[in-house]
């Protein structure tokens, strides 16, 4: 039982480039997010799902994309890399959007966008 | 405007000397307040969620209570590997989406 798994751990890119940050859970959880982990910012909430085939836009939706087509996998897609996107993203998932049972996070993909 | 501030930032205690986080709240129509432990380069753990105003939650040395305007976690007799980052986030609203999370405090425990 993996939990979420997020790949990769670590990226730099440059300045307008594009990639894809994978995240994929094993506990046949409905609701998958993107939140993105700044200093002194908290985590933000950046796209969810609840189900396969429906997503949504969270605090900070621009300049990045999701698409969830099965339940396992939620990844995210930066389609012109900026520096302001160098940040820590977390993916989680759980069996309830409520967050009663709590979110799992993955460990996380230290992104550099130089 | 919805807010979740926590304090202090930062605190370092001594092995043994029980202490308290808090996490204060300013949203709308609160559905649950949620404690998270977050240790360097890995993602938070879920410890705790709170539904209602005087609701406690434990877990070993950590104990949780609830207000109408703030939560508290209480930390008796910490050890060494209580050190971490302890998050509190919120959800309220109408939608999936508003969970807000605060900055987090920095709890240190020396041996």
């Known amino acids: 039982n993996a939990g979420v798994t997020q790949t990769p751990k670590f990226q730099v890119l440059k300045t307008g480039q594009s990639m894809t940050l994978q995240c994929a859970q094993d506990?046949?959880?409905?609701?998958m997010s993107w939140y993105r982990q700044d200093p002194g910012m908290g985590l933000r909430l950046i796209h969810y799902?609840?189900?396969?085939?429906?997503?949504d836009q969270g605090e900070v939706p621009n300049g990045y994309n999701v698409s969830r087509s099965t339940t396992e996998d939620f990844p995210l897609r930066l389609l012109s890399a900026a520096p302001s996107q160098t940040s820590v993203y977390f993916c989680a998932s759980s069996y309830g959007w409520e967050g009663g049972y709590g979110y799992t996070f993955g460990s996380g993909t230290r992104l550099t966008v130089v | 405007e919805d807010q979740v501030t926590q304090s202090p930032e930062a605190l370092r205690l001594q092995e043994g000397e029980s202490s308290s986080l808090n996490c204060s709240y300013t949203?709308?129509?609160?559905?649950?307040l949620f404690w998270y432990r977050q240790d360097p380069g890995k993602g938070p753990e879920f410890l705790f969620t709170l539904y209602s105003a005087g609701e406690e939650k434990e877990k070993e040395r950590l104990k949780a209570t609830l207000t109408k305007k703030e939560s508290f976690l209480h930390i008796t007799a910490p050890k060494p590997e209580d050190s971490a980052t302890y998050l509190c986030a919120v959800l309220f609203g109408g939608g999936a989406q508003k969970l807000v999370f605060g900055q987090g405090t920095r709890l240190t425990i020396n041996p």
């Open positions: 949203v709308s129509g609160l559905r649950g």
């Open positions: 799902s609840v189900g396969a085939g429906i997503t």
């Open positions: 506990m046949n959880h409905e609701y």
